[in-house]
């Protein structure tokens, strides 16, 4: 089945503490990217990525990273979690300009 | 950045009844998709639409863009309890990005 597997669902951390959400799809998909969705407003762009080791900055990149060593995988890194980072997080998969296929979300909480 | 906006924000209607949200977009486009998402899961991809086409169908479902208006329409036909969700518009580029709006929140009254 295509897919596109987000790792954790749900994830509560304190202030500070590095985390990573991991990201895989299984559709060789050349694009991936990362979002965050907050109320009212919608969903913005963290990075994304056109191939392997080739990731770009999206609207909303501050205090992120991410790494793409695989065509499948895109884990998202929060080096230094702020309480402003609690979000709803997708990882999304494209094979060009076409239509995408978003993972199930992660729910992050830091306090 | 491009980000499209969605009108109206929140619609309510009886089970049957058609639903119809508006998105606009502020640059040009390759395409301009719409999804849905239930409450709190991944989007769905449910329709694409290219620049240089004007109107297209899937089931119950009808998009239409106006590149002359920045503009596009969802419309949702004999609308069901199953279809309460948010739909966004996105706008594609030719550089891959989809730029969402803020969404439409359809709830189906039975």
């Known amino acids: 089945e295509a897919q596109v597997t987000q790792n954790p669902r749900y994830l509560i951390t304190v202030t500070g503490k590095k985390l990573t959400v991991t990201c895989s799809q299984n559709?060789?998909?050349?694009?991936m990217s990362w979002y965050r969705q907050d109320p009212g407003l919608g969903l913005r762009q963290i990075y994304y990525?056109?191939?392997?080791?080739?990731?770009d900055k999206g609207d909303v990149p501050e205090g992120y990273k991410v790494s793409r060593k695989e065509k499948r995988n895109f884990p998202l890194i929060l080096e230094s979690p702020s309480p402003n980072q609690t979000s709803l997080y997708f990882c999304?998969?494209?094979?060009?300009?076409?239509?995408?296929?978003f993972g199930q979300g992660t729910r992050l909480t830091v306090v | 950045s491009q980000q499209g906006e969605e009108d109206p924000q929140a619609l309510s209607i009886q089970e049957g009844e058609n639903a119809t949200m508006n998105c606009s977009y502020k640059?040009?486009?390759?395409?301009l998709q719409w999804y849905r998402q239930n409450s709190g899961r991944g989007l769905v991809h449910l329709i694409l639409?290219?620049?240089?086409?004007r109107e297209k169908h899937s089931g119950r479902l009808r998009v239409t863009l106006d590149t002359s208006k920045k503009s596009s329409s969802l419309l949702i036909t004999a609308s069901r309890a199953a279809d309460t969700a948010s739909y966004f518009c996105?706008?594609?580029?030719?550089?891959?990005?989809?730029?969402f709006g803020a969404g439409t929140t359809v709830t189906v009254r039975a």
């Open positions: 559709m060789n998909h050349e694009y």
């Open positions: 990525s056109m191939n392997v080791e080739v990731t």
């Open positions: 996105a706008e594609g580029g030719n550089d891959y990005k989809l730029s």
């Open positions: 640059t040009s486009i390759n395409n």
């Open positions: 999304a998969s494209s094979p060009g300009s076409r239509e995408a296929f």
């Open positions: 639409i290219r620049s240089n086409e």
